[in-house]
């Protein structure tokens, strides 16, 4: 998959995509969609999607609390895994936020990238200050020559499937329903950092990872699946996760630890996706260690009990 980040220093295989536009932050079910019906508005022609980075909410609110479901890199991940041949990431900066409906489609999708077709969602709102919306946006295919085609919204079970609703289970600890607006578990994805070895004292070594930039999930303990993406442990595990800032040891910045069933060896570097299946409890502070341990062992039970469907 090429990435390209400018419209205006372009090469020649850049030209032609049928494309998908938007934020993509989850790469959930409704984008999904967007992008197959990308595939099928333009037979032959390469698929791409475009997005912006940073997100356009963080350009304009940068002390915004975290939102983002996923990173760039793992959300370019996840299209390249849907068959994206194109990921057009602009950088979203002052003179891309300033250009007016009509720029945009002029500069960007015409004569930037010689796009053959474009695909949004029904709520598309596009140029400076959201002016440009998908009626104008097909005005302007008709007048520049490109195709668009509009998507429906997606819903499933009655729920609009959106990044909010996602946000939404995830805060509530329903890691099961946000699965069923994504087509696939959530999923936190970094590199292993160094800890205080606390786990390790405790007889529960685990790989820590900051989540910082990304939506917090309900703090607490789950049951997780993980994937060991590199390094001498690449493959696939089960484990409990703790989320949030471990009130037991006066932590305050919260980031995830993960620990691996079965598992001995060294992750620390790696990169690991810890997908969030059940959410078992909420963090607690415990009166000693012997308790803390106690609970410990009873998590992982009752993880292992649920994960041996998965």
């Not at 999708?109 to 077709?117: A, C, S």
């Not at 005005?139 to 490109?146: T, V």
């Not at 509009?150 to 329903?177: C, H, K, M, N, Y």
């Amino acid at each position: 998959m090429r990435i390209v980040h400018d419209y205006q220093y372009t090469r020649p295989e850049d030209q032609g995509a049928s494309v998908a536009i938007g934020n993509f932050d989850g790469v959930h079910l409704g984008h999904q969609a967007v992008i197959d019906l990308a595939r099928r508005s333009a037979p032959g022609a390469p698929l791409g999607v475009m997005t912006f980075e940073p997100h356009p909410r963080e350009y304009f609110a940068p002390d915004s609390a975290p939102f983002r479901l996923m990173s760039a890199e793992t959300r370019a991940a996840r299209l390249e895994k849907l068959g994206v041949e194109r990921l057009y990431q602009l950088n979203f900066n002052t003179v891309l936020a300033s250009l007016t409906p009509r720029d945009f489609a002029d500069r960007v999708i015409r004569k930037g990238f010689g796009l053959v077709n474009v695909v949004v969602g029904a709520d598309f709102c596009f140029g400076k200050g959201r002016a440009g919306n998908v009626e104008s946006l097909q005005a302007f295919g008709e007048e520049m020559g490109f195709g668009v085609t509009v998507a429906d919204l997606l819903e499933t079970g009655g729920v609009q499937v959106s990044s909010t609703a996602i946000r939404d289970a995830l805060s509530e600890g329903r890691p099961s329903d946000a699965a069923a607006l994504l087509g696939h578990w959530h999923r936190i994805e970094g590199k292993v950092v160094g800890g205080e070895q606390r786990g390790r004292e405790l007889g529960y070594p685990t790989a820590n990872m900051s989540i910082d930039g990304l939506h917090p999930p309900r703090f607490g303990v789950y049951a997780v699946l993980v994937d060991v993406r590199d390094g001498p442990h690449k493959g696939s595990y089960r484990g409990a996760a703790s989320i949030g800032v471990r009130p037991m040891f006066n932590g305050e910045v919260p980031n995830i630890e993960t620990y691996l069933f079965d598992f001995t060896g060294d992750l620390y570097g790696a990169t690991l996706s810890v997908g969030l299946v059940e959410y078992l409890r909420p963090e607690l502070k415990f009166d000693g260690l012997e308790a803390l341990i106690t609970q410990m062992d009873a998590d992982c039970l009752k993880a292992r009990e649920i994960l041996a469907a998965e």
